[in-house]
């Protein structure tokens, strides 16, 4: 099996971190950009060295997964560890594991910590847990691979407290981009759902409130369901097995053709291949079917679960990103959830990592009416934000001229550059959140950046990368952002050097003053050269 571009620089990348000694590194791929594969390609390499892989997950649906994948990928068997069956005395490399059967002590003392020299985590935002931590602490010598599709800063920190670096991240955006995922196209329906009552639990919204707050409002959703989603393959995620039933009872009373499957259903299989078959419209669970369960043909995602976890939010979406014949996009309904927890999930935040930015774009979505494109959305919503900030960067960059500093101050070079993941930027993992090393701190200075303002390395290497990258792209650097706006020249970030340089010598050459046939605020290097051409 042929990986792709991005699958194959992932691969290399994990081994890179291995090579280079770290022990615990994360791979950050979208639902249906192939993890498996990734992994599977991965052990491959990983058995052809001689080692020994343990795959660990916490479903018997992601280990079947693991195990169907690997064989098809690179045509390695595996043996498996859960309930009665054991890999002890296999010859098989390759173990897939229930971390619930491994997690017991008496498990685990069948084999030596130095057992296993790679493991891989699947669904790598829940390692956190007691249960993967028990079994990670034992096989304590092993090189970890945590597998997600966690698509934010702040799971990431999460993550960090046990995982070392980020190997490697394929962003939403970029998977649609390239033509790896569907587009999404999100629609605010205007019917304000009321959670002020529902409590908190484990860190999310609890699940029995959440059915509680639902059930006044199932007939009128199903109503909007029947006017957006009557010639689509819907699935709903409903917070409880109750309410899910309740739903589909529903949705069948109004002319769809509805089915419900739980953890608990004994006709599940076969609900589920019906489904894939079309003999059903809209699809009801609760929360069953978030990972190990994949139907591309899905064209609409209905979240009736809100959460403030972004994780689980991805993973709902994410069963309808695949692509699949004449399927030209994803519909995301999403509803008005009435709350004072401003961190609730929505469409903004599949792709947006900027609060300021994520609100602004859920605005525009909402005043629309219509189905949006996340992706144009967020553009506008980044446009929108940054002209909201001019007047902030002005008010910046004359406090600025004040200073006698020769160095650039590192928030002036990022707004100057729209550089919102360098302004928003926080660490989440441990070398990421210790101070700037010396030799950082001598690199930026030397281009420019002033580095007392910069208090973590993770900081310091972002902008290093950043400014290595401007430098090859021949863009302007900070000391002439700095000089050339503080002449009230306008984002200077996005000129090129030459450029830059060019009207640099005529200010020098005019005894540092502005020529007066130029305008600071209307300059555009770009437009005068179209000007020069034709003339």
């Known amino acids: 099996m042929q990986l792709r571009p991005y699958q194959q620089e992932a691969k290399e990348a994990i081994l890179a971190q291995w090579l280079q000694g770290i022990q615990r590194t994360l791979l950050v791929l979208p639902t249906g950009t192939g993890k498996t594969i990734v992994f599977s390609k991965l052990i491959e390499d990983c058995v052809r060295d001689g080692n ?3 795959v660990l997950a916490h479903r018997g649906e992601l280990l079947d997964q693991a195990a169907d994948k690997l064989a098809q990928a690179t045509g390695l068997g595996c043996a498996i560890e859960k309930a009665e069956e054991t890999c002890i ?5 390759v173990v897939v594991g229930s971390v619930q059967s491994l997690m017991r002590e008496k498990r685990l003392k069948r084999f030596s910590p130095d057992y296993f020299d790679n493991i891989i985590v699947d669904e790598a935002h829940h390692c956190i847990s007691d249960s993967y931590q028990r079994v990670l602490a034992y096989f304590k010598n092993a090189k970890v691979l945590g597998v997600t599709a966690t698509p934010d800063r702040g799971d990431m ?73 009557s010639d689509r393959k819907t699935v709903v995620f409903l917070p409880l097995i109750k309410t899910s039933q309740k739903f589909r009872d529903i949705l069948n009373q109004k002319g769809m053709r509805a089915a419900e499957v739980n953890g608990e259903s004994p006709d599940r299989a076969q609900i589920l291949s019906d489904f894939d078959k079309g003999r059903y419209d809209v699809l009801c669970n609760s929360m069953l079917l978030t990972e ?6 899905v064209d609409c995602i209905v979240v009736l679960r809100p959460t403030k976890i972004r994780s689980l939010y991805s993973q709902m979406v994410g069963r309808g990103t695949r692509l699949y014949p004449d399927k030209d ?26 609060e300021d930015v994520a609100q602004k774009m859920t605005e525009n979505i909402e005043a629309a009416g219509i189905p949006l494109d996340i992706e144009e959305a967020e553009a506008q919503a ?19 001229r004040t200073r006698k500093r020769k160095l650039v101050d590192p928030l002036q070079f990022e707004m100057s550059i729209q550089a919102e993941d360098l302004a928003n930027y926080k660490p989440a993992f441990g070398w990421e959140a210790a101070p700037p090393s010396a030799k950082q701190v001598e690199a930026l200075e030397k281009r420019g950046i002033f ?29 002439q952002i700095r000089l050339l706006e503080g002449k009230g020249f306008q984002h200077v970030g996005a000129w090129q050097f030459d450029d830059a340089r060019k009207l640099i010598d005529r200010i020098a ?20 050269q179209r000007l020069e051409v034709i003339e």
């Open 451 to 479: 580095a007392g303002e910069i208090d973590n390395a993770g900081k310091a290497s972002l902008l290093l990368d950043r400014l290595y990258k401007r430098q090859s792209e021949g863009l302007t650097t900070p000391k």
């Open 89 to 93: 005395g296999s010859w098989y490399r």
């Open 329 to 354: 996009h994803l519909l995301l309904l999403d509803f008005l959830w009435h709350t004072e927890r401003h961190e609730l999930c929505r469409p903004a935040h599949l792709i947006c990592e900027n």
């Open 292 to 297: 190990g369960w994949d139907c591309p043909s």
């Open 52 to 54: 020994r892989v343990l």
């Open 157 to 229: 920190r999460n993550l960090g407290e046990y995982f070392e670096t980020l190997a490697y991240e394929y962003t939403l955006p970029k998977a649609i981009k390239e033509g790896f995922l569907s587009p999404i196209k999100a629609l605010t329906i205007p019917l304000k759902l009321d959670l002020t009552n529902v409590g908190i639990q484990a860190g999310d919204f609890r699940a029995n409130d959440l059915g509680t707050a639902l059930e006044p409002y199932l007939h009128q959703i199903a109503d909007e369901m029947v006017a957006h989603c």
């Open 382 to 400: 980044s446009q929108d934000v940054v002209s909201s900030r001019e007047e902030a960067l002005a008010t910046i960059l004359r406090e600025m």
């Open 509 to 528: 050459g005019n005894g540092w003053r502005v020529p007066y046939d130029i305008n600071p605020i209307e300059y555009n290097p770009a437009k005068m």
